[in-house]
């Protein structure tokens, strides 16, 4: 029997996308309108995923063999599917959230990365924060402890300097120069007059240690005999 082109069509068109991805979910449409699929797709395009309707029996065909065929397990009734090429937490948040204003449309199961995904999973993935708001929190977590080492490094030397102050004061005030520091500041001339002074005895008493010098001869006196022995006598 002749295959139809446009079932050939199909299977390649969805070996494509296997290609691509491995990540897909499992939708059921029943009931939806073709203008509330339409919304749904196209708000599930931003987010890096192709959403269509295909017939379960070319899906299978096409998903034989390669890692998206978990999905033949969610292959009953009115199928669409998304194969995700982005985040796929934030297309099971946008399935789940379009379902609650939508109930006909129905999340059945997926497969990430060739594993399959149940119901409950991609609901615990949709409740996860979105790709963009993950890297963020671990870049601030990373940049948290470079930031408090920066803190740290900025107020070691200030805070050295408060220690340093305190032991200051607390030892009674600035510490006594060292003695290379006073020689430096002693004026030329000073150090040379300190050291002689120390070789010099302190004077005794004058009491004890001067004699008496003997009076001396008045000189008018000793001229006056001087005189009377030189006239002859009478």
């Known amino acids: 029997m002749k295959v139809r ?32 699929i339409s919304t749904l797709r196209r708000q599930l395009r931003t987010l890096g995923a192709d959403y269509k309707v295909f017939k379960n029996t070319l899906v299978r065909r096409a998903v034989s063999g390669t890692p998206v065929e978990p999905i033949s397990a969610f292959l009953d009734g009115p199928t669409a599917i998304a194969f995700v090429d982005g985040d796929v937490s934030a297309v099971a948040k946008a399935l789940r959230d379009y379902s609650k204003v939508t109930p006909n449309l129905i999340v059945k199961g997926g497969v990430l990365d060739g594993k399959s995904l149940s119901k409950s999973e991609l609901t615990a993935l949709a409740d996860l924060p979105s790709r963009d708001v993950l890297l963020a929190q671990l870049a601030g977590l990373l940049a948290s402890p470079m930031r408090t080492m920066a803190g740290l490094l ?40 300190l050291v002689a002074s120390d070789d010099v005895a302190a004077p005794a008493d004058d009491a004890a240690t001067t004699e008496e010098a003997p009076a001396a001869e008045p000189v008018a006196e000793t001229e006056a005999s001087a005189e009377a022995s030189a006239e002859p006598a009478e």
């Open 154 to 193: 900025k107020a070691l030397p200030q805070n050295f300097a408060y220690g340093l102050s305190a032991l200051v004061d607390a030892r009674g005030g600035s510490p006594a120069p060292a003695p290379e520091s006073v020689a430096a500041e002693t004026p030329a001339g000073v150090e040379d007059a």
């Open 5 to 36: 082109p446009e079932k050939v069509a199909t299977v390649d068109e969805v070996k494509a996308r296997v290609s691509s991805t491995s990540t897909a979910v499992v939708t059921e449409y029943r009931g939806m309108t073709v203008a509330q």
